[in-house]
């Protein structure tokens, strides 16, 4: 089993609409929970990080964590077709940063 | 301020051959990763070091090597390159405590044929 899991997509969403994109991890010592974006042919960039149980916002980002059911979630509100890349969920702990696959995200304009 | 730099971003290979891919960074950061990155399987952990002095293995380790040279400098070495392993290899370095946030690299694109 893989340390991260997130599911592969492609995700697809109209323009305005809400994206969510979830994502799971095995190691309960985990401490600390990213997602990045990345654009095709680019590095991946970091665009929210979480490390306490709940919610916690930035503009039309939202990242969700359950510690108890190792679940991490990603809501992009009012989706651009901007916001059409993949997205990686990563999980530390001490100084490893393990990263999911990947779901890649299509908004139609 | 060029933030975390690779060398080169492309290379073809023979299988068999050696290369190193040189990473370098200006943001004072005291740990550094190596990871690769493969169609559908995202980012893979190589290799990291948490400070100078340190190296320790991640997910996929075997057929690499790795040198923390000063704080710096952090290389990846190839001894005998495989088709297996080309890829996008990509370099970070990680920001303090408070984040934990990763600063890539451009990546390097490998290709061994």
């Known amino acids: 089993q893989k340390e991260v899991e997130q599911n592969s997509g492609p995700l697809s969403v109209p323009e305005g609409a809400i994206a969510s994109l979830n994502c799971t991890y095995s190691d309960r010592g985990s401490q600390s929970f990213f997602w990045y974006r990345q654009y095709s042919g680019k590095s991946p960039e970091l665009i929210m990080f979480?490390?306490?149980?709940g919610d916690k916002e930035d503009g039309r980002f939202t990242a969700q964590l359950n510690k108890a059911s190792q679940y991490v979630s990603l809501l992009i509100r009012d989706s651009q077709p901007s916001d059409s890349a993949t997205y990686l969920c990563?999980?530390?702990?001490?100084?490893?940063?393990?990263f999911g696959a990947g779901t890649r995200l299509f908004v139609k304009a | 301020n060029a933030g975390v730099t690779q060398t080169p971003k492309f290379q073809v290979l023979k299988t068999g051959q050696s290369m190193t891919l040189q990473c370098a960074q200006d943001m004072n950061h005291n740990s550094m990763y190596w990871y690769r990155q493969d169609p559908g399987m995202g980012l893979r952990l190589i290799y990291y070091s948490a400070s100078e002095g340190t190296t320790d293995k991640g997910e996929v380790p075997n057929g690499y090597n790795v040198s923390r040279l000063n704080k710096r400098e952090f290389s990846l070495r190839l001894e005998s390159a495989a088709p297996s392993q080309t890829s996008v290899y990509f370099c970070a370095a990680r920001g303090g405590s408070q984040t934990g946030e990763l600063f890539f690299g451009e990546g390097s694109r490998l290709t061994v044929l």
């Open positions: 990563a999980v530390a702990g001490g100084f490893k940063t393990i």
């Open positions: 979480i490390y306490s149980n």
